[in-house]
């Protein structure tokens, strides 16, 4: 049972470039959800979905944009990356209400 | 906003000696959580607690649901070299879970 995979798990952009970290999870979980990761701080979270074709913004979502189309996979959009988008980016995913968070490994981005 | 404050915000420990951290919050949480998270990996859950009051072990580890359902803690008995690492509380009121800053473990052999 692979759980969350994110890909690629690691990326150097340059700023104004755009990518998608994808995410797809194997548990028919119906939330899913992108944080962040700064050096020395806890997850912030960016976007977050209830279900296929349902998505909301979380604390931190400027800069990004995500889709859900399907229940399985979850991407996350940068369309003009800047340096202050340099972060680790984990997804999750949760079966139900108050269950546990099934984090992927992450991805490592940096913007120069 | 729904801020945790978790501390300390590291440890440095000898092997078997016991570790304590806590989270504390000016908001309510319906869950409380604490995950581990190893270099280049993501949190992984230790131990989940749902129920203002309830006290829950998960072998060497314990932790406590604040009865204000404002605060958490984790204790580590024993502490062992594989125990290094960094831990996140986590709390749920909403959809939007919120994380502490972390305590980076450290254990000496």
């Known amino acids: 049972n692979a759980g969350v995979t994110q890909t690629p798990k690691f990326r150097i952009l340059k700023i104004g470039q755009s990518m998608t970290l994808q995410c797809t999870q194997d548990?028919?979980?119906?939330?899913m959800y992108w944080y962040r990761q700064d050096p020395g701080m806890g997850l912030k979270l960016i976007y977050y979905?209830?279900?296929?074709?349902?998505?909301d913004k979380g604390e931190v979502p400027n800069g990004y944009n995500v889709s859900r189309s399907t229940t399985e996979d979850f991407p996350l959009r940068l369309e003009l990356a800047a340096p202050s988008q340099t972060s680790v980016y984990f997804c999750?995913?949760?079966?139900?209400?108050?269950?546990?968070?099934?984090f992927g490994n992450g991805t490592r981005l940096t913007v120069t | 906003g729904q801020q945790l404050n978790q501390s300390p915000q590291s440890m440095f420990i000898q092997e078997g000696e016991d570790v304590s951290m806590n989270c504390t919050s000016s908001?309510?949480?319906?869950?409380w959580l604490w995950y581990k998270q190893d270099p280049g990996e993501g949190p992984v859950l230790l131990i989940a607690?749902?129920?203002?009051?309830e006290l829950t072990s998960n072998g060497r580890l314990t932790a406590q649901f604040g009865i204000t359902r404002k605060d958490s803690f984790l204790n580590i008995s024993a502490s062992i070299p594989s125990d290094v690492g960094i831990y996140f509380c986590?709390?749920?009121?909403?959809?939007?879970?919120?994380f502490g800053a972390g305590t980076r473990l450290t254990v000496k052999p």
């Open positions: 999750a995913s949760q079966g139900n209400y108050n269950s546990p968070l099934h």
């Open positions: 548990m028919n979980h119906n939330y």
């Open positions: 979905s209830v279900g296929a074709g349902i998505t």
């Open positions: 908001s309510i949480f319906n869950t």
């Open positions: 607690l749902y129920k203002a009051g």
């Open positions: 986590a709390g749920q009121l909403t959809l939007d879970m919120r």
